[in-house]
Nanobody
């Protein structure tokens, strides 16, 4: 059974940094991609970033490009989302997801989801 566990969220001031982790288990992920999505209260879930398991392909939402970096550590079966220069509008619950349809930006293309980790950025 595939399990995804996010960690690394917290409260940070604007301009600060956080690194989120997504630890995956339960199968071999070599042909999969991992996406990060976020959802703020009262808003729809939105795509943040995605990476192929090999690390060769990445995609970013325009709102985070240049500030966030997604990466993989295959030995640890873990994907990271380094978030720098955080802004109050980055406040949301962040979820990682795994799917085998490439570095997709739409949530329905992912099969497995974690429980989420909260990121709060104060102004």
């Amino acid at each position: 059974q595939v399990q995804l566990e996010e960690s690394g969220g917290g409260l940070v001031q604007a301009g600060g940094s956080l690194r989120l982790s997504c630890a995956a288990s339960g199968r071999t992920f070599s042909s999969y991609a991992v996406g990060w999505f976020r959802q703020a209260p009262g808003k729809e879930r939105e795509f943040v970033a995605a990476i192929s398991w090999s690390g060769r392909y990445t995609r970013y939402a325009g709102s985070v490009k240049g500030r966030f970096t997604i990466s993989t550590d295959n030995a640890k079966n873990t994907v990271y989302l380094q978030m720098n220069n955080l802004k109050p509008e980055d406040t949301a619950a962040y979820y990682c997801a795994v799917g085998n349809q490439g570095v997709a930006t739409t949530g329905w293309r992912y099969d497995y989801w974690g429980q989420g980790t909260q990121v709060t950025v104060s102004s």
